[in-house]
């Protein structure tokens, strides 16, 4: 039984990157808890269809947007239809995000740019105008406590530095400080702004750490708990994370990491 059924009744909800991965399981789950949910995506349409039709199976509204949010004009479009589409947008989870791996003094300025443009700007962009629906709507009690809601989907690598991931790294911790300096400019307005950050999760991202047992083993080291965490748990929490349950959390990066930020190399040494 999901845990959150009903939470987000009448709640109108956009996911960013939600035709795979994290983004998929976040826009189920909130759907699971009543949100209607507009589906961003940038690439299949045939995965964002497939993510519509099974939230419509759950029996909540889902529309399909595509819209790169590295490109203002385009996230700018995706909020106006949107809003025309559901009336508003009550809930933001900023989670669409890529990687483009080389070693510092291998890397382009293309690879750089784009890792920044996507996971930085996007959730900029996105919250940027999240905020302004959400100011201009304010709070409607019958619906939540709060004026809005946005979920930016971080990593532990906001925190962990990462070799070889320079860009990714940097687009994460440049996350968490623009997540906490919005939740400090709209806290008064009733809005809140957090961040889950996961370790690894089984998703197409980073299949090569956990599509064969060697690669498995190999990440164990890194995650004392000893398992890899599914799309569904960033889920679980987003949905709470929306709810008014959660209604005094905000500025808050909360890990979903199996205690991968536990230090694991202290386990047994220092
Ligand atoms: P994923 O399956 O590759 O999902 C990423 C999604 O973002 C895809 O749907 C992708 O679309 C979409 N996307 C990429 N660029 C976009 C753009 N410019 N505009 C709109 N959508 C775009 O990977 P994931 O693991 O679910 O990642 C989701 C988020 O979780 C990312 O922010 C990632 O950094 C974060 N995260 C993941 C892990 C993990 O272990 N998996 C750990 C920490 C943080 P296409 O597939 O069509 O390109």
């Given amino acids: 039984m999901f845990p959150f059924r009903g939470l987000l009744g009448g709640q109108k909800a956009l996911v960013t990157g939600a035709s795979s991965g994290i983004g998929r399981a976040v826009a189920l789950a909130l759907a699971e808890a009543g949100a209607d949910v507009v ?20 029996g909540s509204k889902a529309i399909p947007i595509l819209a790169d949010v590295s490109q203002e004009a385009q996230v700018q479009t995706m909020f106006k239809r949107a809003i025309e589409e559901f009336g508003t947008v009550d ?12 070693p510092v003094d291998g890397m382009t300025i293309g690879q750089w740019n784009s890792v920044i443009a996507t996971n930085l700007t996007g959730q900029f962009l996105c919250a940027r105008e999240a905020i302004r629906e959400f100011k201009r709507r304010g709070v409607v009690s019958t619906v939540s406590v709060s ?8 990593s532990v690598h906001e925190a962990i530095p990462w070799a070889g991931h320079v860009n990714y790294a940097a687009s994460k911790g440049g996350v968490m400080l623009l997540m906490k300096s919005i939740a400090q400019e709209v806290a008064a307005l009733k809005i809140r702004v957090n961040s889950i950050c996961p370790g690894a999760i089984r998703t197409p991202m980073n299949e090569s750490a956990w599509e064969n047992r060697e690669a498995y083993n190999a990440l164990m080291p890194l995650i004392p708990y000893k398992r890899i965490g599914e799309p569904e748990e960033i889920g679980r929490l987003a949905a709470f994370l929306a709810s008014d349950y959660a209604d005094y959390i905000t500025g808050t990066s909360v890990y979903v990491d199996g205690g991968m930020m536990l230090y694991p190399g202290f386990e047994s040494g220092g």
């Avoid at 589906?39 to 199976?57: L, R």
């Avoid at 004026?147 to 971080?154: D, F, L, V, W, Y």
């Fill in 147 to 154: 004026a809005g809601k946005i979920i930016c989907i971080s």
């Fill in 39 to 58: 589906v961003n995506f940038i690439g299949s349409s045939e995965a964002a269809d497939e993510v519509v039709s099974a939230i419509q199976t759950i």
């Fill in 91 to 102: 809930i933001l989870v900023n989670n669409a995000g890529i990687q483009s791996n080389a």
